[in-house]
């Protein structure tokens, strides 16, 4: 079954709202990758996490991992119209060699 | 200048029929995957390759066979194809030691339609 499971599957919101999508593997992911599916398109990278405990920001964008290195979180402040699209994270499940996908959050932003 | 690219972007057969996608990439890269995204968004691995070499091979039937002439080439072939086969096609690729490490660079996709 699905390894890496994300919540919410979905998520509305209005522009200017935060926004929250969280990260659970069943194992222990050597590090985490977050990719930015807009509507139509194909995943684009977005940051990779390494270390336990690690926060990076891109913007608007704080990425989290896990002080057990099993779970991470990407917050968005103040979401915009152009932060609409499917979040995944990803990573290695117990130190395997597949990059294996989040089942994603969908995310809207309505005006 | 497109990183990966995919052809087509998009098709639409019938049912039983055999049909092919493909895939490039211009970065150099060792390896190349496919994945399927389901109308639900959800992204599986089928398959990897690292210098022509297979190196992963999921669950798939094997109605579906990857091919690979070169690094800069993974090809799709889909025999005797059908409706649960509708999705969309990402292919990706990857450099090992890259950095980050692994980072996937996805191609546009083919949405593939079975009538």
């Known amino acids: 079954g699905q390894q890496v499971m994300q919540i919410p599957q979905y998520q509305h919101v209005q522009e200017g709202e935060d926004f929250t999508t969280y990260c659970n593997s069943s194992?222990?992911?050597?590090?985490i990758q977050w990719y930015k599916q807009r509507p139509g398109g194909h995943p684009v990278f977005l940051i990779q996490?390494?270390?336990?405990?690690e926060v990076k920001k891109q913007k608007r964008l704080t990425f989290q991992f896990g002080e057990a290195k099993k779970n991470s979180s990407l917050h968005i402040t103040a979401t915009q119209t152009t932060d609409v699209g499917t979040y995944f994270c990803a990573g290695y499940p117990g130190g395997g060699n597949k990059l294996t996908f989040g089942t994603g959050t969908q995310l809207k932003v309505e005006l | 200048d497109t990183a990966v690219s995919q052809t087509p972007k998009y098709l639409v057969t019938q049912m039983g029929n055999d049909k092919s996608i493909k895939c490039e990439q211009n970065l150099g890269h060792d390896t190349m995957y496919w994945y399927k995204q389901d109308s639900k968004k959800f992204l599986k691995i089928m398959f990897s390759y690292n210098n022509k070499e297979l190196i992963i091979n999921e669950t798939v039937p094997n109605r579906f066979s990857p091919k690979s002439p070169d690094k800069a080439h993974l090809n799709l072939h889909i025999n005797s194809l059908e409706l649960g086969d509708s999705a969309v096609y990402f292919c990706a690729s990857s450099q090992a030691g890259g950095l980050p490490p692994e980072t996937q660079y996805f191609g546009p996709g083919t949405r593939l339609l079975v009538l």
């Open positions: 194992t222990t992911l050597s590090n």
């Open positions: 996490l390494v270390k336990s405990g």
